[in-house]
Structure formats: C-alpha cells, structure tokens
C-alpha cells in the first residue's frame, strides 16, 4: 500500500521549535515534490512549503517564511518541515502531500499522508 507518514507534531510553547518529518511506504519520495499543508479547525487546508525532487526549489508561504524551513534527504527518502518561532496561529493537523506529475494544486494531490497535531501554547 502506497502511503505517507509525518512523524514530529506536538505540544510547543510559542517562540519554541519542532521538526516534522514525512516519509512514504511502498515508494520512494526521490522522484517527487513533497509539500506540507496545514489545517486548523473551521478553517480550509492551506499550502505551507513544498520542495522539488531535487531538492533545488522551495515554496513558503508568506505566513511561515524566515521561520520555517524544508530539506530533503534523498539517501534516506525523507523531507523535514524544521519550524521555529512558533506562534500560536500555527496550531493545526499538518500534512506531508506528494506528487510526480508536475502540478502542484491541491485537491489534485495523488499522496497525502494521515496527519500531524501541531499545538502552539503556553
């Protein structure tokens, strides 16, 4: 079965750090965009960073840019949200998405993976 996991969420005081990680199963994420999506609740899934299969272009959305960063690691199939300065309006599901096929929308995203809780408080 074809799937991704994040692994990294949990409780952080704002101003703290965490560091998210996705990882897929029964395929390798070498040859794919891999993005982070977040959802908070009553609210829509928005976009948050995203990096192509080389690893040389990277998206942020204006929200997280300076605070967050992505990387991959290709010798061990993996792609990290490293977040800091972590705010309050950050609390939300986290989701690692990926797709080979060169679009990048979001409802048309082949791979998502369960889900991360990220909570931001004091």
């Known amino acids: 079965q074809l799937q991704l996991v994040e692994s990294g969420g949990g409780l952080v005081q704002p101003g703290g750090s965490l560091r998210l990680s996705c990882a897929a199963s029964g395929f390798t994420l070498n040859y794919y965009t891999v993005g982070w999506f977040r959802q908070a609740p009553g609210k829509e899934r928005e976009g948050v960073s995203r990096?192509?299969?080389?690893?040389?272009?990277?998206y942020y959305a204006d929200s997280v840019k300076g605070r967050f960063t992505v990387s991959r690691d290709n010798a061990k199939a993996t792609v990290s949200l490293q977040m800091n300065d972590l705010k309050p309006e950050d609390t939300a599901v986290y989701y690692c998405a990926a797709d080979s096929r060169g679009g990048w929308v979001r409802d048309e995203i082949r791979y998502w993976g369960q889900g991360t809780q990220v909570t931001v408080s004091s």
């Open positions: 990096i192509t299969s080389s690893g040389q272009t990277t």
